[in-house]
């Protein structure tokens, strides 16, 4: 059967160059205070928590990265909603700025699934290749 149904419109979030600025001075002193201060500094700012998220990971704090991701996950749905977003369609992994958001999906349904939140690790990786396919490969393959 085929969707007769147009399919929405691709939601580009907006740059933040100045958070974008913050991140990469983060990344280039490589501590997790560092990039706590951009997030604090920038709270909207899902690149931030999801920079957070993945270092938390990395080392073994599910606990913290799920909550990093979790929060960086909320804050991007926030800014989805005011970029036109109508709770589905492509977020295009290709547009920089949408990737903190698909960063923190990535992590929260990984973290999830650490703490045996199957379902919602399952609701996550699938909304994740539901926003783009190709976030949820390039992801998977880090």
């Not at 599910?62 to 991701?69: D, G």
């Not at 369609?89 to 547009?95: D, E, K, N, Y």
Request: hydrophobic share 40%.
């Amino acid at each position: 059967m085929q969707n007769l149904l147009p399919e929405p419109p691709a939601t580009h979030l907006p740059a933040h160059d100045d958070a974008d600025a913050a991140l990469a001075a983060a990344e280039q002193a490589g501590s997790d205070q560092a990039y706590a201060e951009v997030a604090a500094r920038y709270p909207t700012y899902s690149a931030a928590w999801a920079a957070l998220a993945t270092r938390a990971f990395a080392q073994g704090q599910v606990i913290p990265a799920y909550a990093f991701a979790r929060t960086g996950y909320h804050r991007g749905l926030d800014q989805l909603r005011r970029s036109g977003w109508k709770g589905h369609g492509p977020v295009p992994w290709s547009h920089e700025p949408n990737r903190g958001f698909l960063r923190c999906l990535y992590v929260l349904s990984r973290a999830a699934d650490e703490i045996g939140e199957a379902d919602e690790a399952a609701r996550c990786a699938q909304f994740l290749r539901d926003c783009d396919p190709a976030a949820a490969d390039a992801l998977a393959s880090n």
